[in-house]
């Protein structure tokens, strides 16, 4: 119970931080290019935060637009939503670094919301397109995702959809890096950091829209 609480406080917290950092940004010259997110400006990207705040937290006033009223409010309604704060921190997260990107700013992914990222990836968000593209995830292979900065690992297996085994099955191929970057990765903001083994097991996981994994969200 204590480390539920911890981890919700957690979550609001890097919401909270990373949204406030992403608004600032954007705010600093509205017309900057987001090369990460192809087409959009940083107007656009502000305004979709708004707009992951109005669809995914519960109860969120529509006519709430100015950013710290709009992330204090978040964050409250947020407190005991579990899963929807998990969503949301992962997006804030992501799109922090998008923004960070554009205007030349180094910046990770918090490491347990990357984590949790990468578990809620393969679980939640790839299945999305999958059904959407009507292919499997694989035909059984075995890909092992390691964490370098942290304990994480996470076997996952390439069936009809994806599916984390608690054991450690043999692997096909091996992809390695921080948390940051394989969350990143996996939401088609990179290639993949450090990869050993079959890399066609990858390539055939390849959205074809161009972006490596990512739904396109």
């Given at each position: 119970?204590?480390?539920?609480?911890?981890?919700?406080?957690?979550?609001?917290?890097?919401?909270?931080?990373?949204?406030?950092?992403?608004?600032?940004?954007?705010?600093?010259?509205?017309?900057?290019?987001?090369?990460?997110?192809?087409?959009?400006?940083?107007?656009?990207?502000?305004?979709?935060?708004?707009?992951?705040?109005?669809?995914?937290?519960?109860?969120?006033?529509?006519?709430?637009?100015?950013?710290?009223?709009?992330?204090?409010?978040?964050?409250?309604?947020?407190?005991?939503?579990?899963?929807?704060?998990?969503?949301?921190?992962?997006?804030?997260?992501?799109?922090?670094?998008?923004?960070?990107?554009?205007?030349?700013?180094?910046?990770?992914?918090d490491g347990e919301i990357a984590c949790e990222g990468l578990t809620d990836f393969f679980l939640l968000a790839w299945p999305m397109l999958l059904d959407y593209l009507k292919r499997p995830a694989g035909e059984g292979e075995v890909l092992l995702v390691t964490e370098v900065d942290g304990a994480g690992q996470w076997h996952v297996v390439l069936g009809e959809r994806a599916t984390l085994s608690d054991?450690?099955?043999?692997?096909?191929?091996?992809?390695?890096?921080?948390?940051?970057?394989?969350?990143?990765?996996?939401?088609?903001?990179?290639?993949?950091?450090?990869?050993?083994?079959?890399?066609?097991?990858?390539?055939?996981?390849?959205?074809?829209?161009?972006?490596?994994?990512?739904?396109?969200?």
């Open positions: 119970m204590t480390r539920t609480i911890g981890l919700v406080i957690h979550r609001l917290s890097a919401l909270r931080r990373d949204a406030l950092a992403l608004f600032a940004l954007c705010d600093e010259d509205p017309r900057r290019k987001i090369p990460s997110c192809p087409g959009w400006s940083a107007t656009d990207l502000r305004d979709h935060i708004l707009d992951t705040f109005r669809g995914a937290v519960p109860d969120f006033p529509d006519d709430v637009s100015e950013p710290t009223t709009a992330v204090d409010r978040a964050v409250a309604l947020l407190s005991d939503a579990e899963q929807d704060a998990r969503n949301v921190s992962q997006e804030c997260a992501i799109h922090r670094w998008d923004a960070s990107q554009a205007f030349g700013i180094d910046y990770a992914v054991e450690s099955p043999s692997h096909a191929v091996e992809v390695r890096g921080t948390a940051s970057d394989l969350v990143l990765w996996l939401w088609g903001r990179m290639e993949p950091p450090h990869v050993s083994g079959d890399r066609s097991v990858l390539e055939r996981m390849r959205n074809p829209a161009g972006r490596f994994l990512s739904p396109g969200f």
